[in-house]
């Protein structure tokens, strides 16, 4: 076996349908590789659509019965997910690192991340409120319940493979939907070793899906985004991919929440402390090799404290050692496929890659227009507050900004100021379960988790009732 863990049967090779693990009807599978080492961590079901579909018809046959349990009932599901999770923690981070190349204790922090969205939409479950509205009409009364939508079809990326999945399927079950999981090709062991656990915590059959296609993904996707039983589709990924699916959708008028690209603003202002604002950096810029959809991507720093700034992150950034992600040295793993390294390669100039500092960058270069998602770190210079935010929000995509001053009235002004869904101010690690995560402009709509995330799953009913005023 590929990867060492102590209980073996959380590596899953087959796709879990109506509470059973099965293959794809043409027995065809793909195979996967360690970004790492390039040897074969296992193979999975090449799905395609009949098979999508049936997952679809259990997914809606489970949400007949799951949509009436009680919201305390569907806690103890998810608080006993998350405490599996817990109890596995080390065995889901060498699946992890072995199929995304992460190094093993971000991979530990990953699993961490991802247990605490079940933790949260375990608690989330039983505060699920209606209103009591004055009615216009003094003889009628009116109050609204909030109701899950339906089968849900979440479609997860490879960059976070367990904490992607817990965030979407975390408040799909609080709320009482069920859901059909279509695991990112690349890496998709993290999502059936979920699927495992939640078979374990006791989620009913057909409640929780969970599909893998490679060169199906299309013909699935399509399926997903088209069938008249999915009433819900959740997808992070690129924002060419979620103009494609919103098209799709569009033919039944599903309702979505795409987390789509980012291009972040990083901007150190002359006020800023400086070895706090270079922490930020490397926790924002840096992290799984810079292939996060909020890291740092443009870097723009005041000319006074332009240069200081950039020794400082040169001097941190030397510390770091690339490598396969089991190492005991690396803190820095490999991008997840040959593809993901065409992308920094065409931002720097052909046959370089590494951790890259590139200094004196100006606006209309391709990497202010475009996410890197790798670890090239760009930087401009700027001489006033609103020369900053104009360079900040020059962008089609708005999801996450950070910024560093030591000023608080201009913590403000920048924080509003900033087209983005998400701002740190003086930090770099923005992401925790009680945060409300996503995008404006075309970095998509919708919010994961936070006391937002679960209105995603649910519809909102309005009763009104006429009285006999006598
Ligand atoms: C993402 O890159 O899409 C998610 C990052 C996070 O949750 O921190």
């Known amino acids: 076996m590929a990867i060492q863990l102590s209980d073996t049967s959380l590596l899953r090779t087959e796709c879990y349908v109506d509470g059973k693990w099965v293959s794809a009807q043409s027995g065809k599978v793909f195979s996967v590789e360690n970004p790492s080492t390039t040897a074969q961590v296992a193979a999975c079901p090449e799905f395609d659509v009949a098979d999508t579909e049936a997952a679809i018809v259990v997914a809606q046959n489970a949400f007949k019965t799951y949509r009436k349990t009680t919201p305390r009932a569907r806690s103890k599901l998810l608080r006993r997910w998350y405490d599996l999770m817990m109890e596995n923690v080390d065995d889901l981070a060498r699946i992890i690192t072995a199929e995304n190349g992460k190094p093993l204790a971000d991979a530990v922090t990953e699993v961490k991340y991802a247990a605490s969205f079940l933790e949260w939409f375990s608690e989330e479950a039983p505060r699920i409120y209606g209103d009591t509205i004055q009615a216009s009409n003094p003889d009628c009364r009116l109050v609204t319940i909030k109701e899950p939508v339906g089968v849900c079809g979440l479609i997860a990326p490879w960059n976070f493979p367990a904490a992607m999945i817990t965030r979407k399927a975390g408040p799909a079950l609080a709320a009482g939907c069920t859901t ?156 997840i496929h040959g593809r993901a390294v065409a992308k920094p390669l065409a931002h720097l100039g052909p046959n370089f890659f590494d951790i890259t500092v590139l200094a004196d960058m100006k606006p209309g270069m391709k990497i ?5 998602f790798g670890p090239v770190a760009a930087f401009f ?78 519809t909102t009913k309005m009763i009104m009732t006429g009285i006999d005023p006598q």
């Open 368 to 372: 202010c227009t475009e996410e890197t």
């Open 180 to 335: 059909v999981i279509k695991a990112p090709a690349e890496a998709p062991f993290s999502a059936l070793a979920l699927a495992e656990l939640a078979h374990r915590a006791g989620i009913p059959a057909g409640v929780v899906n969970v599909i893998t296609a490679l060169d199906n993904t299309p013909a699935v996707g399509l399926s997903m985004t088209t069938h008249p039983s999915i009433k819900k589709v959740s997808f992070t990924g690129s924002t060419p991919v979620g103009k494609l699916l919103m098209k799709q959708c569009s033919s039944t008028l599903k309702k979505l929440s795409f987390e789509l690209g980012g291009n972040a603003p990083f901007i150190v202002f002359e006020d800023a402390d400086l070895d706090v604002a270079v922490r930020g950096l490397v926790a924002s810029k840096f992290r799984i090799t810079g292939q996060t959809c909020v890291c740092a991507n443009r870097i723009l720093v005041h000319r006074s404290v332009y240069d200081a700034f950039i020794q400082k992150v040169l001097d941190v950034v030397r510390t770091f050692e690339i490598g396969d992600g089991l190492g005991e040295k690396t803190t820095h793993g490999p991008l």
């Open 381 to 458: 210079a700027f001489d006033t507050e609103q020369e900053a935010i104009d360079l900040a929000n020059d962008s089609d995509v708005g999801l996450a900004g950070y910024f560093f001053s030591k000023n608080a009235s201009r913590c403000w002004r920048v924080a509003e100021a900033l087209e983005v869904g998400m701002v740190g101010v003086n930090v770099g690690a923005i992401s925790d379960p009680a945060a409300p995560f996503g995008g404006v402009k075309q970095s998509g709509f919708g919010r994961e988790g936070s006391k937002y995330g679960i209105d995603e799953f649910l």
